[in-house]
Nanobody
Framework: QLQLVESGGGLVQPGGSLRLSCVNA????????IAWFRQAPGKEREGVSC????????QYGASVKGRFTTSRDNANNVVYLQMNELKPEDTALYYC???????????????WGQGIQVTVSS
């Protein structure tokens, strides 16, 4: 069983940056792709980013492409989401999730973290 724990959220002004971290406190995840999703109040959950099991392939949602970057450090059991040029519409609860497969996609996620709030506001 994986235990995913997010950190690094908070309040930031528009145009600012934050880095989210997802740590795995459970079993091995080295063969799973890891993604970040987000959900804002009244909106559907949205795929933000995904990194493949070996870290060589990434995938991004259209609304964040060019501003967000994901990476992973399997040796230290952590996945990052670097968020730059943040906008008010990026405000949401952000979740990390582990996929059932090593390659990226927006479905088949079996393990989820509790989520962490990111608020972009002046």
């Amino acid at each position: 069983q994986l235990q995913l724990v997010e950190s690094g959220g908070g309040l930031v002004q528009p145009g600012g940056s934050l880095r989210l971290s997802c740590v795995n406190a459970g079993g091995s995840w080295t063969w799973r792709a890891i993604a970040w999703f987000r959900q804002a109040p009244g909106k559907e959950r949205e795929g933000v980013s995904c990194v493949s099991s070996n870290g060589e392939a990434t995938q991004y949602g259209a609304s964040v492409k060019g501003r967000f970057t994901t990476s992973r450090d399997n040796a230290n059991n952590v996945v990052y989401l670097q968020m730059n040029e943040l906008k008010p519409e990026d405000t949401a609860l952000y979740y990390c999730a582990a996929r059932h497969y090593p390659d990226c996609g927006w479905s088949e996620y079996r393990y989820w973290g509790q989520g962490i709030q990111v608020t972009v506001s002046s």
